[in-house]
């Protein structure tokens, strides 16, 4: 056992496999939250530096976190954390333990994190949350010398539906300020990264809700995924077993598209036996794999 990381239970594990292709987004992404939840308070916090509550906007969703490294080194990575939600819902403190966990991981790993808060579709429309993103980063860079971060190695990272947002503002350029994206890389975990309104989705009066469309080539336009070509940003992708329905066929389409595109696959990861809030919850326990990748993809982006 790793003794500065929980074990993820037998129960728990237990209880994941028997939920398995019978999952449920409105019943249990909250049992996951809550049973991972109680996983991550069982050691002792690590020494990190935590900034909370930086407003960048006057909407009270506009704030961020930021998790810093306790030593004093120069030059880091950040990966800038956008959690998901399915558009109308969420929180970038969902619980008192996620989504801190994500960028707790990486600031005990050498790495910035950045927990962004931003605004939902019953407060803004498509392109407002990818602008809201887009502002982190801009502060991100700006910051960057007070935070110890190196200017060329931020990474954003999205989750869910926050992997729209995310995907947004790193591979549609119409999203970009003059000066270019400010990426390094971009990092999907289980990621929305296709609009849609498929008879599947059981989220599509939400997507319709954010993007103000339900017209097929709309759609089309505004998602991620359409947007990738061979100059794109370096991205990691991760998607689980037992996925929101269609997920698993977003990222695997974005996958194909940046391979044909670029000539190469991205770097994948498929979680057997975990679920679509598995895959982000289960981050800073002592099951690493997700969490190494990430970290090897950080320190080498391609």
């Given at each position: ?139 991100t860079h700006e910051h ?155 320190a080498d982006p391609r």
């Amino acid at each position: 056992m790793d003794q500065q990381r929980p074990d993820i239970p037998n129960e728990l594990r237990e209880l994941m496999a028997e939920i398995g292709p019978r999952w449920s987004p409105a019943k249990h992404v909250k049992l996951m939250l809550e049973k991972f939840s109680d996983v991550h308070r069982m050691p002792p916090t690590e020494d990190v530096d935590i900034r909370a509550d930086i407003a960048y906007g006057v909407h009270p969703r506009q704030r961020f976190d930021v998790y810093l490294p306790a030593d004093s080194e120069r030059g880091r990575a950040a990966v800038l954390f956008v959690h998901g939600g399915a558009f109308l819902d969420g929180h970038r403190n969902r619980t008192d333990e996620i989504y801190a966990n994500v960028v707790r991981y990486f600031a005990r790993n050498g790495v910035v994190g950045i927990n962004i808060g931003y605004r939902l579709a019953d407060d803004t429309h498509y392109p407002g949350a990818t602008e809201d993103v887009a502002a982190v980063v801009a502060w991100t860079h700006e910051h960057a010398d007070e935070l110890g971060i190196d200017r060329h190695r931020v990474f954003l990272m999205g989750h869910s539906a926050g992997a729209a947002h995310t995907g947004s503002y790193a591979y549609d350029k119409r999203r970009h300020p003059a000066a270019g994206s400010g990426l390094a890389g971009h990092l999907v975990v289980s990621g929305r990264v296709r609009a849609e309104t498929l008879p599947e989705n059981p989220n599509a009066h939400k997507v319709v809700t954010y993007y103000g469309t339900d017209d097929p080539d709309a759609l089309a336009d505004v998602s991620p995924v359409a947007h990738v070509d061979a100059s794109s940003v370096p991205t990691f992708i991760a998607w689980a077993e037992f996925e929101n329905p269609l997920i698993d066929m977003h990222c695997a389409e974005l996958a194909f598209r940046l391979a044909q595109a670029k000539r190469r696959s991205p770097p994948l990861i498929w979680l057997r036996g975990h679920n679509h809030t598995s895959t982000i919850a289960h981050i800073n326990t002592s099951e690493d794999l997700l969490g190494r990748a990430m970290l090897n993809f950080i320190a080498d982006p391609r």
